[in-house]
Each structure stands twice: as structure tokens, then as C-alpha cells.
């Protein structure tokens, strides 16, 4: 199946209101312009130096999304082009991506990255966490950020009910923050879950937001992109 024919059949199956983020990491330029070529806008990076170098090569009404681990040191790479930064873990980053963003005269959405996963290994807040970082984020002003919702990645495994459980959390912490912090705030409302091989369950429980990379464009070859 070609790029096209993988979104066309992801978009036919997605409801109309769930963005689609193909995630393009380790991918050459050729494949995302293929991508671009097929209607696709939203496009997600792991990686500041490469969302760095691709961005400039694409026509500029592409939402960059970076999904990755981001340290503070390498925002300022990304400020000028990202659209959404969904890993944000710490009110330290979240400071610097509004300084960076206020010195390239621009407003970055961020999303609230949750620890769901039973793994050790992937990053994010838990709950308490959550409300101390909002604590602070209310009392900074805080002026080229939007804190626009929550991101979360369900443990890898083929069990969907674990991942259910998971995505359901995510889910529910989004529901109380939003009544906690954003009620009045229409700007909050994304859920960014499912990848390629849990998407279906992720829009089941309520995904605003998915991304794909594997579905898209194939198996990723980590050596592939320079
Ligand atoms: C790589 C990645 C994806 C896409 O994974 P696929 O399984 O290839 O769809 C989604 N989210 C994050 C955070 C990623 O790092």
C-alpha cells in the first residue's frame, strides 16, 4: 500500500473530529512530501535537530508536532516552527518554551504529558504532579503558550484491555483538569492517544488526537534518516 492509500483508509475510518498526526520520524523528506502530497498537514517529530532540518523544506502551512522527550536546551531549535509540543513534564520546560516562543513572536500549544504506561521507561506526570505544575502555571504569566490538553502512551503490549484501562485514565485526568483549571477555557481540549497499533481503543475512549507513524509509512529504520 502506498502513503495515500494508508491515509486515505486511516481518514475513512477516523470521525471527522480526531486529528490525524502522521509521525514522520526517521523518515527522508521525499516520504512526508509524498504525505503532504495526500492532503496530510499534521506531522509529528521525536527529534529537535530533525524536526529542525525537515521543517524548512515543507511548505509552511504544516502543524509541526513534536511527541518526544524535549530538554530544555534544545527548545529553542523547534520554537520558531512547532505548532504543538506534546511532552511537556516539567514547569522548568514548560518556562522555556515560553521564553523561546516570545523571542520568535510566537504562541506554542503544549499538552500535559501523563505517566499511563505500566513501563518504567516512559516519561511524563502523574496527577499530584499535575496539580502543582498548574498551581504554578496559573500564578507565571505566562503569555506564548497555550496549555491545550493531555498526552499519554498505553503500555506496548496486544492486551487492548490494559491499554483501555490506560487510555480511560488519561482520559478521566483530562476531565478533571479540565474542570479544575480550564472550565472557562475552550483552548483545553485535546486527548492525544493512540498510535498504530492502539488507535482503534484510543478513539473509543475519546482521543482527540492520534499518531501514526508505523500505519502510515511503514516499519521505521532507525540508521535511514541523515
Ligand atoms: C513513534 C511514536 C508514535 C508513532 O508510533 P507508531 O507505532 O509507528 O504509529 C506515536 N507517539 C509517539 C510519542 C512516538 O514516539
Known amino acids: 500500500m502506498s502513503i495515500a492509500e494508508n491515509l486515505k483508509t486511516l481518514r475513512n475510518e477516523l470521525p471527522k473530529e480526531v486529528t490525524l498526526i502522521a509521525v514522520s520520524k526517521t523518515k527522508p523528506i521525499e516520504l512526508l512530501e509524498e504525505a503532504y502530497q495526500a492532503g496530510q498537514r499534521q506531522f509529528g517529530e521525536n527529534k529537535a535537530q530533525e524536526m529542525a532540518l525537515k521543517a524548512p523544506q515543507l511548505p509552511n502551512d504544516v502543524e509541526w508536532h513534536f511527541i518526544g522527550h524535549l530538554q530544555t536546551n534544545k ?15 516539567s514547569l522548568k520546560l514548560l518556562t522555556e518554551i515560553n521564553r523561546e516562543a516570545a523571542k520568535a513572536n510566537r504562541t506554542i500549544r503544549c499538552l500535559l504529558q501523563f505517566h ?98 508505523t500505519a502510515i509509512f511503514g516499519e521505521r529504520n532507525y540508521q535511514s534518516f541523515k
Open 75 to 89: 527548545v529553542k531549535m523547534i520554537a520558531p516552527v512547532v505548532h504543538t509540543i506534546h511532552s511537556i513534564d
Open 116 to 213: 499511563i504506561a505500566t513501563e518504567e521507561t516512559k516519561f511524563g506526570l502523574d496527577e499530584a504532579e499535575a496539580h502543582e505544575l498548574m498551581k504554578h502555571t496559573l500564578g507565571s504569566d505566562f503569555k506564548n503558550i497555550i496549555i491545550s490538553g493531555v498526552m499519554g502512551m498505553a503500555t506496548y503490549t496486544d492486551n487492548q484491555e490494559t491499554i483501555r484501562t490506560e487510555f480511560r485514565r488519561l482520559h478521566k485526568i483530562f476531565t478533571t483538569l479540565k474542570s479544575t483549571y480550564f472550565a472557562a477555557d475552550d483552548r483545553f481540549k485535546e486527548i492525544s492517544m493512540g498510535m498504530s497499533g492502539d488507535y482503534k481503543t484510543a478513539v473509543e475512549e475519546g482521543s482527540t488526537c492520534i499518531r501514526i507513524g
